[in-house]
């Protein structure tokens, strides 16, 4: 009983954050493109990012991430530590980017619920299957 | 760039691959091989720019054209993944026995939502993975090619992801008897 709830509990999260995830991305579009733009002008994307750039919202989780590294000068993955893409946001600071953590957060929490009720499904069937 | 070009052509893994394949030349001078001067070079991007060197444009056009393929065949794949559901849950709601059409839709939609969730997640990650895949076989990952091998990655963990989701969301619901 208690699996069936903490089942449907993940479930209810994973859904309700992939539809908050759609909801920040279509109410930020606009600002969303803007930014990749701004940051095009001035550097390259590395590779993935300069695909998944290109991929609209099916890009947007990795791109927020490389977004929220380069502000808080974190290392991103695949961009060199001394990259002059770390300094984009010296220049750009008066500019609202709460929704880009929003963005990443609402993804990543809905990734890693989906991950976790299809490992707790997989868990079911194998022990039904070889510990009936 | 021309000397980090010559450095992934005389790769020994790519060596052979790249010969045949991509059909390059094992040349020592890069710019050489591909009969270009400094001053040419220099020429046309200081005056046209980056995207004005002869078929660099036409690579990164074509890069972007195939994101913008892949960007639409995704939403057409979601479309059509939301179209099986539907009639799913539609046959249960006019044959069905009653309370069949409420637990078909609970089913039907939520794995809908969490394998189009997972296939999304899974897909950035297997861009990294596509990538770091052909870095290791010693394939260009700059520019087109960095493109091509994230959205391989992509693509391939995206599917993967979304069957496995599938599969575990339907296991745990016949456990738990929803």
New interface residues.
């Given amino acids: 009983m208690t699996?069936?709830f903490l089942?449907i509990f993940i479930?209810g999260l994973?859904?309700a954050?992939?539809?908050l995830s759609i909801l920040i991305y279509a109410y930020n579009r606009k600002k969303y493109y803007t930014l990749l733009e701004d940051f095009q002008k001035r550097h390259v994307f590395?590779?993935?990012y300069?695909?998944?750039c290109?991929?609209?919202?099916?890009?947007a989780?990795?791109m927020s991430y490389f977004f929220m590294g380069i502000m808080k000068k974190k290392k991103v993955?695949?961009l060199n530590r001394d990259s002059s893409a770390y300094d984009f946001f010296d220049d750009n600071k008066g500019k609202s980017i709460g929704w880009i953590s929003a963005l990443y957060y609402a993804?990543?929490t809905?990734?890693i619920?989906?991950?976790l009720?299809?490992?707790?499904?997989?868990a079911?069937?194998l022990k039904?299957r070889f510990f009936p | 760039m021309l000397n980090q070009l010559k450095e992934l052509v005389n790769k020994p893994v790519l060596k052979n691959l790249s010969r045949y394949t991509i059909k390059f030349q094992q040349y020592v001078n890069m710019k050489r091989a591909l009969n270009l001067s400094s001053r040419s070079i220099v020429h046309e991007w200081s005056t046209v720019g980056l995207g004005g060197i002869p078929g660099y444009s036409t690579y990164v056009g074509n890069a972007t054209k195939a994101a913008r393929f892949l960007k639409m065949g995704g939403y057409v794949g979601i479309a059509f993944s939301f179209a099986g559901p539907t009639n799913d849950v539609m046959k249960a709601c006019t044959v069905g026995r009653e309370g069949e059409c409420s637990r078909s839709a609970f089913r039907e939609y939520s794995k809908f939502g969490l394998s189009t969730a997972a296939g999304i997640g899974a897909g950035a990650a297997g861009s990294a993975i596509g990538l770091g895949f052909c870095t290791a076989i010693g394939i260009a990952t700059a520019g087109v090619g960095g493109v091509a091998c994230a959205a391989v990655g992509s693509v391939a963990a995206g599917y993967a992801a979304g069957e496995f989701m599938n599969w575990g969301v339907d296991a745990f619901y016949n456990h738990m008897g929803l």
């Fill in positions: 699996i069936k089942g479930i994973c859904l954050s992939f539809l590395p590779a993935p300069s695909f998944h290109l991929v609209g919202f099916f890009g989780a990795p993955f695949f993804h990543i809905s990734f619920c989906g991950v009720i299809a490992l707790l499904g997989a079911l069937e039904a």
